[in-house]
């Protein structure tokens, strides 16, 4: 069960350009969202989060947007950078426990 | 900063050997918990610990699955009979809270892998 989709198994972008990633999911009792940012040969790192209930939340070049509505979370990378070229996963977690469900994850590949 | 740590970062084993993968979770961490990532696929959770039980587990964590807490440092997942479908990334995560604690939300805190194959 795709509880968690990223229907973009890759994307590139120009360097200094904004990158945006897309995820959606379809339990409507997810409540706190994440994304994870994956190296070759490395464990997820956490990036940013959002909870339910907010639309926005910002850190730096990064800033997640929820749309609860939708069902739908994006993730926005303004400037990209080189050193961003990685995989990036949404993750979500529901109310009823700990465990987080992930996409399959956007390969982001930042042209120089 | 402090991080979690697994190993070995590869075990290659035959079908029907019992492995065990090491973990050590970042120390004042409460919250233990194993994902795999089967090669393509997406992160899967297994299961998760906390005060020396199980709080939660996924379909795939069956009789042939079982973790440990040994002593006070490491968090252990043992595969007793492997099948050639459990060939794998496993990913050790911990937190310091409870994910939905009050009012404060906490993400998982992940270490680098232990690639199985089994052969």
């Known amino acids: 069960d795709q509880q968690v989709k990223q229907n973009s198994p890759s994307l590139s972008v120009q360097e200094g350009r904004i990158s945006i990633l897309n995820c959606d999911y379809t339990?409507?009792?997810?409540?706190?969202f994440l994304w994870y940012k994956k190296y070759p040969a490395e464990g997820p790192t956490f990036l940013i989060s959002?909870?339910?209930?907010?639309d926005k939340n910002e850190d730096g070049r990064f800033t997640v947007f929820l749309n609860k509505s939708a069902k739908h979370l994006s993730l926005h990378i303004v400037p990209s950078q080189p050193g961003d070229s990685a995989v990036y996963f949404c993750?979500?977690?529901?109310?009823?426990?700990?465990?987080?469900?992930f996409g399959t994850g956007t390969s982001l590949t930042v042209i120089p | 900063e402090p991080e979690v740590t697994q190993t070995p970062s590869h075990q290659v084993t035959q079908m029907g050997q019992e492995v065990i993968l090491r973990c050590v979770p970042i120390s004042n961490h409460l919250y233990f918990y194993w994902y795999r990532q089967i090669l393509g696929q997406k992160v899967e959770f297994l299961v998760s610990?906390?005060?020396?039980?199980?709080?939660?587990k996924s379909e795939i964590f069956d009789d042939q699955f079982s973790v440990e807490r040994p002593d006070g440092s490491n968090f252990t997942l043992k595969i007793r009979s492997t099948k050639l479908e459990d060939s794998a990334m496993y990913f050790c995560?911990?937190?310091?809270?409870?994910?939905?604690?009050?009012?404060?939300?906490?993400?998982?805190?992940f270490g680098p892998g232990t690639r199985l194959t089994v052969l």
């Open positions: 339990n409507s009792m997810f409540d706190y």
């Open positions: 995560a911990s937190s310091d809270r409870d994910t939905h604690f009050v009012a404060r939300y906490n993400e998982q805190f």
């Open positions: 959002i909870s339910s209930i907010k």
């Open positions: 610990f906390y005060n020396n039980e199980i709080s939660e």
């Open positions: 993750a979500a977690s529901a109310n009823t426990g700990n465990q987080f469900y």
